[in-house]
Every structure is written in C-alpha cells, then in structure tokens.
C-alpha cells in the first residue's frame, strides 16, 4: 500500500480515519488511551507537513442519524490536544456543513458512525467525504475488518488514499509473523471458546510449528485426546474439529503440546482451593483453571526456542491470583525470549499489562477483531481498499 510518509502533504487537506474508540467510564472520562496514542504518529506526520488535518473515528456502536450524549468524541478531542499540546477544535455536521481547517490546524470530526450511511458503506456518503480531502489517510487498524464508509468507500474516490503510520506497522508486524516468520514459529491461542477461534485455529494449524492451546479451547482438545475433564468449561460438540486440526498439525510434523499437569478447583472463585494435579487424575467434579507447572516449563521451553511467536489468550483463569501461575510464565517467557513476538486482543492485553511486560513484547496490536480477522487468514476489507488504490 501506498504510506503517508511517502507523500509530501504540504498546503494538503488531510482525512485521518483513525480508531480513537476507546473505553469510558460512565462519567465520560476515558479509562485506556493507548489508540489514542498509538494514532498520534500519523497526526504529527501531517502537522508538521504543513497539512490541514481532519481526523475522525467511530466511538462505540451508536444509532445512525442521531448523536446521543455517549456518542460524542468531545472527552476524546481533549485527550488528542493534551497528546498534541494543541487545540483540538470539534467539528459537528461536517459531511453536509464542510470543514474549515487551516494548514497547521487539526480538527476532530464527531463519531463518524453517527453518519447515515457510514455502517452499510454508502457510496453517495463515501463521495462527499472523499470530497473534504486531497490525502485520504486510514490509520484505523482497529475497524480495518470493517467495510464502512470512512474505512472502505472512501478509499475509492479520495484523490489519494494511503496507510498511516500506525496501519503501516501493524500490517508490517503482522506479516513479519504469519507471512513471512522466522522459525519455529509458535502460536499461542487461549481464551475460553473454541467456537470463537476455530477459523484462528484451522488457518494456523497449516502454518506454524506448534499450537499452544490454553483455556477452555484445550479443554476441549484434551477431550478430543481422550482425556476425563470433569466439570471444566469445554465444547464436546467441537471435539471432531479439535481433532482435524490434531491431525493437520501431526501429518505436517507439527506440534499441538496438550498440558500433562493441571490447576484444579471445583469452582471459579477468589476463595477457590487450587490443587495441582496429573491430568491423568482429574476427578468428575473438577474444574481445570490453569496449567500445571510441568506443562508451564515445557511451554517455557517451546517459546525459548521460538523464532516467531504469536500470541492470543490466557491459558488460565488469569484475574485470580491461584490460577495466574500458567499465563503468568508465559508472559514471562515471551518477555524473555529472542524471538519476534506480536500479541493482541483483549484478554491478551491486560495480562501484559498485568504481568508488566509491554516493553518486552516485539509488537502489541491494537486491533481486537481486526487482530484476530488478520490470523483467521483473511484479507481485511480496509487495507483491501488501499491495496486497490496503489495497484491502480
Ligand atoms: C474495536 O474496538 O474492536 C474496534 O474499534 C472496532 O469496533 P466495532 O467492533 O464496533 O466495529
């Protein structure tokens, strides 16, 4: 794709789409800045080109056509000028009013998903943005995943269309892992449900050396091994298709390392009694929350000599402190090994910043759905309509 910093934007009328939807508190005060940060890169890029910038982004899921008072980026424009040590005006109505912008200024232009037509991609909207702009700029890793009107459409009749700097780094990030990587490269999946990572599941199981599974997605593998799991959180109706992606990896030589040992307790809770035990010895009323540290210490293993390591999910009951051991050395491990790491998601992120190792992971995404679309093995319809401008 074709980058911002590729292009001289001087007297340029810049369109950011950025993804500045972060969370809130339920006074308005923003509780995570990080996408906040991340999309000032590219802001300053522009600015000191000499360009006129617009940035806008959708905050949350709101009802096309109207703009409720939780909808509004004003808490957002404050942040961005604090980053920015500049006013950061908020533009309203600026797909039918225009947008008046100074080389050297920036604007915020309100939730660009409170616009009729944004969600279903409409060509008419698509142009009247594309209109505001001379450089059209997609930074939005986050909705990369997404065809709307300000991620998609408008690439098409933008004058320019382009990467920011922040998409830039993500697509190189991800590819250095799952296109290009470095071997062995290891995956990490982890999180609760195998039905929501199954296409993660089937698309990695034909490219990387080992598939470490955690939670109750190899809980669900262990059944499919033949093991007992008591009363743990599993999916038997997935067991046939944990098994495929068994035999995919094993006729590829690959690895699927099922945990040997287990943290067990007969409920989810702070007060839980946690026992370490064989998974050979897990009775009908246990509940698996964590690996046990044999398995840890191979995994520990498997990550040290890792050439690429992608990483997605806890494989414990992280947030209590008795089932924390397993996710905890992982963490660890990854912070500790050579290989180029990238992490992302959700559960993912608030265990680095638990275990305190953001500065030791090679790249942290700051896509959730559009992380997980990218390791499906699907082509992501926002960088898709970049792809298309710099082929044409
Ligand atoms: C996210 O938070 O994952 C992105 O901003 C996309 O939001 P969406 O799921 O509402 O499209």
Redesign the pocket.
């Known amino acids: 794709v074709k980058k911002l910093t590729d292009l001289d934007v001087a007297g340029k009328r810049v369109f950011i789409r950025a993804?500045l939807?972060v969370p809130q508190d339920d006074a308005g005060n923003i509780t995570e800045d990080t996408?906040i940060r991340a999309s000032i890169p590219s802001i300053k890029y522009a600015l000191d080109g000499g360009a006129a910038v617009m940035v806008t982004?959708?905050l949350?899921?709101p009802t096309e056509g109207e703009l409720k008072a939780d909808d509004t980026l004003a808490p957002v424009a404050v942040r961005l000028g604090q980053l920015l040590h500049k006013p950061v005006r908020l533009v309203q109505n600026w797909v039918d009013g225009g947008v008046e912008v100074a080389p050297g200024e920036v604007v915020l232009l309100e939730n660009c998903?409170c616009n009729k037509g944004e969600k279903k991609d409409n060509e008419e909207l698509a142009k009247k943005m594309a209109a505001l702009c001379d450089v059209y700029v997609n930074d939005?890793f986050?909705?990369a995943?997404?065809a709307?009107a300000t991620t998609h459409g408008i690439a098409r009749f933008a004058p320019v269309a382009c990467a920011g700097i922040l998409m830039g780094a993500e697509i190189d990030a991800l590819g250095k892992a799952l296109h290009a990587p470095k071997r062995p490269l290891v995956a990490i999946v982890g999180g609760s449900k195998v039905s929501s990572k199954l296409t993660i599941l089937k698309s990695l199981a034909d490219k990387v050396d080992q598939l470490i599974v955690g939670g109750g997605i190899a809980n669900t593998f262990l059944l499919a091994s033949g093991k007992r799991i008591g009363e743990s959180l599993a999916e038997p109706d997935l067991v046939k298709e944990a098994h495929a992606i068994m035999d995919i990896m094993k006729a590829r030589g690959a690895e699927v390392p099922l945990p040997t040992d287990v943290v067990v307790a007969d409920e989810v809770s702070a007060l839980a009694r946690a026992n370490k035990i064989s998974v050979d010895d897990v009775s009908a009323s246990d509940r698996i929350l964590d690996i046990g540290p044999k398995s840890a210490a191979r995994l520990g293993e498997i990550i040290a000599n890792a050439g690429t390591i992608v990483w997605n999910g806890p494989v414990g009951v992280f947030e209590l402190p008795q089932f924390a051991g397993g996710t905890k050395m992982l963490a660890s491990a990854i912070a500790h090994s050579e290989a180029f790491s990238i992490a992302g998601g959700g559960d993912t992120l608030a265990a680095i910043a638990k275990f305190d190792i953001a500065g030791d992971v090679g790249y942290i995404s700051t896509?959730?759905?559009?992380f997980l679309e990218f390791l499906e093995g699907k082509t992501l319809p926002a960088i898709a309509a970049l792809e298309a401008r710099f082929e044409n």
């Open positions: 993804d939807n996408r982004s959708h949350g899921r998903r939005a986050g909705t995943h997404r709307e896509g959730g759905g559009a």
